[in-house]
């Protein structure tokens, strides 16, 4: 054997190598003249490393971002990672789910058609072949949907934080993954059992021990996804829900109307976009996501309509309410928030202003319009409900009862006072967001090379 060693010999062969062969290693190096040795140059790809936040309701590259590192043991060479901006849309790329009694009939009805392998002689050999055979068959036809359905459906935790939170709000904090886990589990049994039926009827010394051990099988498969099944008829439940949905366009300037339940939202949405949300004079009408599209110039823009917020601490919103917030706290929105100081919606303005209040002061980083509602019903005389008292009433809440926040402002569905403007200034907020939208993808952001250097001792 060879013992002298080359440079790039050096430099492929792992440390733990180099240890075995020490004597050796050391014996040739005696024997040659020394020689200088230079580490050789190495290249390595060049990696894009971008990372965004949310500027003004956009998202936008960040220059210089700090980005984890991961650690190479075998060269010791930080490696920086880089963190792509999750994309929303994967609902709409879930696989079709077949129901549980049509999978198994699918599968009992190709299995049967399985014969034994031809040149077999003895009845008793091609009786035993053919049942395993069929076993086997059944057992992958089962299997084999079920497995499809774990791989095609996301792990939530690669999710975009929207999805994510529509998954926890719409289908209960873990109940997604626990479904999978049933189906994977189901899928385990199925392919367990089939293997050990098959090859207990591959054993079969008779043709009737094989016949009885072939139907025992096939009954035992049955009876299992018979009595599991239910896990594939939830999940296509779930895959049903998913896909129902609205799809947000991350690069599409979205306004999410927000406020108080039965304030006028719905109503809003319809007459500005193609949404048709239901509208009924009770709150909670709106019961999930709602997305429309506006056509202004040419241009589409999408339109949100959200269920209502109610004056409480978030450990005590319902899923409704939790889904406005998560809206507004994962997607790059212009807020469109709406009052109504009627006294018809059922929540009154000193709560609303609270309300309000506390939204902005979270999510002002949001391009932001107010509108006071229902302003054809607006008196001079500001609404009190019987637990109010107005005399406990600052100078801002005073204000606020008779117009509502600075700059608000008034308009009427029913009379269409102020739409026109309403319509003007929601199409300059949106013209604004797509220009910092578009500010924002057209940014080079700096690419960092690392060169692992390798040292010689």
């Not at 029913?414 to 403007?421: A, H, P, Q, Y």
């Amino acid at each position: 054997m060879n013992c002298k060693w080359s440079l790039l010999q050096l430099w492929q062969t792992p440390p733990s190598s180099l240890l075995f062969r020490r004597c050796n290693l050391s014996k040739s190096m005696n024997s040659v003249s020394p020689k200088i040795m230079r580490p050789g140059v190495c290249f390595c790809k060049q990696m894009q490393t971008t990372a965004y936040e949310v500027v003004n309701g956009s998202y936008v590259p960040i220059r210089d971002a700090k980005l984890p590192i991961n650690v190479n043991v075998k060269d010791e060479v930080p490696v920086p990672v880089a963190l792509p901006l999750e994309g929303v849309g994967a609902f709409q790329k879930l696989p079709m789910v077949m129901p549980s009694v049509d999978i198994l009939f699918s599968a009992l009805k190709k299995a049967r058609r399985v014969s034994a392998t031809k040149g077999i002689a003895n009845i008793a050999k091609r009786e035993r072949n053919r049942g395993a055979k069929q076993l086997d068959a059944l057992m992958k036809e089962l299997a084999v949907p079920l497995r499809m359905y774990k791989e095609n459906f996301p792990n939530k935790k690669t999710l975009h934080p929207y999805e994510r939170s529509l998954i926890e709000l719409t289908l209960g904090d873990g109940n997604y993954e626990e479904v999978l886990r049933r189906v994977d589990t189901l899928r385990k049994r199925v392919v367990s059992v089939g293997k050990e039926h098959a090859s207990l009827c591959a054993k079969s010394l008779t043709k009737r021990e094989a016949e009885e051990r072939l139907d025992e099988g096939r009954k035992k498969i049955e009876e299992i996804f018979n009595s599991e099944g239910k896990a594939v008829d939830e999940l296509m439940h779930i895959a049903k829900t998913l896909r129902a949905m609205p799809v947000v366009d991350l690069e599409t300037p979205t306004l999410c109307l927000v406020g108080a339940p039965n304030v006028g939202k719905s109503s809003l949405v319809r007459l500005l976009s193609t949404g048709k949300p239901e509208i009924c004079n009770y709150p909670f009408t709106t019961r999930g996501i709602l997305m429309g599209h506006i056509n202004l110039s040419f241009q589409n823009f999408q339109v949100t309509d959200t269920p209502g917020l109610l004056r409480r601490h978030d450990e005590d919103r319902n899923n409704l309410e939790k889904l406005t917030l998560a809206v507004l706290s994962h997607l790059p929105t212009a807020v469109l928030y709406v009052h109504d100081l009627t006294g018809e919606c059922g929540t009154s303005p000193s709560d609303q202003y609270i309300i309000y209040k506390e939204i902005k002061e979270r999510f002002g980083d949001h391009l932001w319009l107010d509108v006071v509602s229902k302003g054809d019903l607006l008196t001079d005389t500001p609404v009190l409900f019987i637990t109010e008292d107005s005399n406990s009433d600052t100078s801002e809440l005073a204000k606020y009862r008779r117009v509502g926040p600075d700059g608000a402002l008034r308009v009427s569905v029913m009379t269409k006072m102020g739409i026109d403007e309403l319509k003007s200034r929601v199409h300059e907020l949106l013209i604004t967001q797509l220009s910092i939208i578009k500010d924002g993808s057209t940014e080079e952001v700096e690419e960092k090379v690392v060169v692992p250097k390798k040292q010689f001792h």
